[in-house]
């Protein structure tokens, strides 16, 4: 069973490195906001027509 | 706020989704030769094309190249319009797409030719291994530096869930390929026995959750919503249910050796990760069910919100399922019998297949600016693919059952009451009935390739779709702390971010070094009697694993009264450590072969090669003839040899130079025997004479008695 050791390394590792991503987002604010990154996901970002044409 | 313009790369987002149907379809006619393969043994032509050989390629096919090619399509497609930034690098972009096909054709082309290492949905060989984490760190890093460059401060769902599939995949894939290569196309694990099956199923779960599940989580939340043009249920539930699942998905390896050799703890570990597993799941599922209420009838109408709304479905049942199956009484039941494989299809057919599909047919329109070409035709596909997997399942579910069941029976005297070629030609019905439910869905999939044809031919792509958005603010938070004191800040001014990925890279490699010295420590054997084998049934093992046995045959009775009566003592884990890999198995399409040493004569065995049905009247194994007149490569047996030392396989010091002429000494008297008994003129050197030998071995060493020598030796390490 030695080869837990390496699992559990592994395992632990990639778990601290999600967890300091998990600490990041939270710290940063990725999460102030649980209502409006969902919805803006709907919206498209071609530019209007108009501005097509002057380009 | 001045807006930038850019614009987004459909042009990959087409090549990945063309691959993805490619590769779908290739994948879904594997699968149905291998499922005819079991009602017609016929159909095993050539070496090349029998089961053992055809089911890793179908496998491989399904996962890595159509649902792998999907993966890239869809994360392509939304990563762009997630972080309103193009893809960081076209040529990575490029590089990425053709490595990846390149990978596919050199893996079906290997499997087919039997260079495999012998574990499941990890047989390609080393050097497509390395290609592999290459192209994989190619797309890591295309991805994390749009991700960087994005300009949209919040990352959204979706981003996390690619983010965890690539760290992850990229972990496992180069913990579990550890191995020392033999020669160019073939290698062994460095791992052996319980070991090995614990870091292969540590894998094999994993590759179900980060490569099935995770990514294609991010496509539902980004894609669900869009079809639907509705927010997600509970965008805080999405949060919950990404971080809860990365947490756990990464320990319920061990319920796939359940009542196995694996130490009873680690199997507890892996149930109880499993069954809080059904929690995250579930959130998921509900937050995409949820996304649709008040608007079902949108789903009436669209197909492509149909084949989403199946694939959530299918999502929910399969993650009900998968906990219930990791409790050991049910998994006492389940395991080996094809209710694992009706479970698995309920996943992939259903929930990686109509996503997909869903995915496609919203995608291809938008990117070639014009409609689907035909409404009717994408809810034909929806209902003949949806029958396809009904009738696929259902039939596959009975048949698990019924197996089961007979394996276990006994008759009132206490005796067997099946013997195990009875219960494999009474569900060859449902076997029948599976392989149609597949030709149903294979052909919604060809109604799919038809009507995206004709919806491409009738549009033009948007190669460079363009778009505006303004630059990412320093910060969303309003916290001034962090204000431009941001690590990726800092980073993001350097060309270094290269080198933090590939820091995280080269430690991960850097721990699997270590490994091998680890284990040799480890192969000590617990038991005496167990010792390495002989060069010949090296070569049988070989043959063994080329021909994908494994993929009907275990190598390990469990502890259970029928198991015991039909197979022998159950197996432990003392038996297997000098399996560099561990050959334990997953599905008895055939009987369990950890005991088959001594079992039935020599002559047995070289009849049943040539013609199963000439020993086991009604047996679908596939005939072997060739392995009569195909040689072994007795040049190559000083390499095993060494190999095998390296890994801690404890052969004398110079061994590997009289290592042949034990072979040949072996290989007569086999050869002798065989004439003896048969009559023919065997070859010492043919494939069937090493495939006898290995065979002839298994499970017979615990009942024999160790050389007291050895004994000895063995104590003193």
Redesign the interface.
């Known amino acids: ?7 559990l ?3 632990i ?3 601290s ?2 967890l300091i ?2 600490l ?2 939270l ?16 919206f ?4 209007p027509p108009s ?2 044409e002057e ?1 | 706020m001045q ?1 930038e ?1 850019f614009s987004y790369d459909n042009k990959i987002v087409k090549m990945f989704a063309f691959a993805t149907i490619l590769w779908g379809m290739v994948g879904f006619l594997a699968g149905l030769f291998a499922a005819l393969q079991l009602v017609f043994p016929e159909l095993n032509f050539t070496a090349e094309t029998t089961y053992g050989r055809v089911r890793p390629l179908h496998t491989n096919a399904a996962i890595f190249a159509f649902v792998g090619n999907g993966i890239f399509m869809g994360v392509y497609y939304s990563l762009q ?2 972080c ?1 930034a193009r893809l960081w690098s076209d040529k990575l972009s490029y590089f990425h797409f053709w490595g990846w096909q390149t990978i596919i054709v050199a893996a079906a082309v290997t499997l087919l030719l039997g260079f495999t290492q012998g574990k499941e949905y990890a047989e390609l060989e080393w050097p497509i291994d390395i290609a592999i984490a290459v192209v994989w760190v190619a797309f890591g890093i295309n991805m994390m530096m749009t991700i960087l460059k994005r300009r ?1 401060s ?4 979706a981003i ?1 869930f690619y ?2 599939t690539w ?2 995949v990229a ?1 496992l894939h180069i ?1 579990n390929s550890g191995a020392i290569p033999l020669h160019f196309m073939k290698s062994y694990s460095v ?1 052996a026995g ?2 090995d099956a ?2 292969q199923w ?1 894998y094999g779960h994993n590759a179900v959750a980060f490569f099935l599940t995770t990514p294609y989580l991010g496509l539902m939340y ?1 894609f669900l ?2 079809a639907a ?4 249920y509970s ?2 539930l ?2 919950i249910h990404f ?1 809860a699942l ?2 756990i998905y ?2 319920a390896g061990p319920h796939h050796l359940l009542y196995t050799s694996l ?1 009873d703890w ?1 199997q507890s570990l892996g149930v109880v990760f499993s069954v809080m597993l059904i929690f995250p799941s579930w959130g998921g599922m509900i937050n995409g069910l949820f996304t649709l209420r008040g608007a079902w009838d949108k789903v009436r109408e669209d197909p492509v919100l149909k084949f989403m709304v199946v694939a959530v479905t299918a999502y929910g049942m399969a993650t009900f399922e998968g906990p219930m199956m990791s409790l050991k009484n049910v998994n006492a039941i389940s395991h080996y019998t094809d209710w694992t494989v009706a479970h698995v299809h309920v996943g992939t057919l259903g929930w990686n297949g109509f996503l997909t599909f869903g995915v496609l047919y919203w995608l291809i329109p938008r990117i070639f600016q014009t409609k689907m070409y035909s409404t009717k035709l994408m809810n034909a596909h929806f209902w003949i693919g949806t029958l396809g997997i009904i009738i696929y399942v259902i039939p596959l579910y009975w048949a698990g059952w019924t197996q089961s069941i007979m394996w276990k029976t006994f008759t009132a005297d206490g005796v067997l009451q099946y013997n195990f070629l009875e219960t494999v030609t009474h569900i060859l019905p449902m076997y029948g009935l599976r392989a149609f439910g597949g030709f149903l869905f294979i052909i919604g999939a060809g109604i799919m390739v038809y009507n995206i044809m004709k919806t491409v031919q009738s549009g033009q792509l948007l190669d460079n ?5 303004a630059p990412r603010p320093s ?5 001034k702390k ?1 204000q431009g004191a ?2 990726h800040r800092w980073i993001e001014r350097r060309p270094i971010q290269l080198l933090v990925l590939s820091l ?1 890279l080269v ?2 490699g850097g ?2 070094q ?2 091998p010295a ?2 040799v ?2 192969n000590v054997p617990t038991i005496p009697s167990v010792q390495p084998y002989t060069p010949l049934e090296l070569h049988g093992r070989d043959i063994y694993i080329q021909d994908g046995c494994y993929n009907c045959h275990s190598q390990m009775i469990r502890p259970f009264r029928d198991e015991v009566a039909r197979y022998g003592d159950y197996s432990k884990a003392g038996e297997f450590v000098y399996d560099h890999p561990f050959q334990w198995g997953s599905k008895r399409t055939g009987p369990d072969l950890a005991r088959v040493g001594g079992k039935y004569p020599d002559s047995w065995h070289y009849y049943h090669m040539i013609d199963p049905t000439s020993m086991a009247p009604g047996s679908i194994m596939p005939a072997y003839p060739w392995m009569v007149w195909k040689e072994i490569n007795v040049d190559l047996t000083p390499g095993m040899i060494r190999v095998m030392q390296s890994l801690g396989v404890p052969y004398p010091e110079g061994y590997d130079q009289i290592a042949i002429d034990d072979l040949y000494e072996q290989a007569n008297e086999i050869a002798d025997n065989l004439k003896n008994q048969t009559g023919e003129n065997v070859l010492a050197t043919s494939e069937i004479v090493a495939i006898i030998a290995y065979l002839q071995r298994l499970g017979t060493d615990v009942s024999k008695e160790g050389p007291a020598v050895e004994k000895q030796e063995v104590e003193e390490q």
């Open positions: 069973m030695e080869v837990i050791v390496i699992l390394l592994a395992s590792g990639i778990a490195i999600f991503a998990f990041w987002a710290k940063s604010g990725q999460y102030d906001d649980a209502e409006g990154p969902a919805v803006r996901i709907l498209d970002d071609s530019p501005e097509d380009q | 807006l313009k319009r997630l309103k949209e919040h990352l959204y769902v996390w983010i965890a760290v992850t972990m913990v791992y319980m070991q614990l870091v540590w980004y919503p869009k043009n509705r927010p997600i965008y805080r999405s949060i971080w990365i947490f990464i320990w130490p680690a779709e363009a778009a505006e958005a910060l969303i938070s309003t916290d962090y941001h690590w995280i430690s991960i721990l699997v270590i490994v680890f284990l420590k480890s």
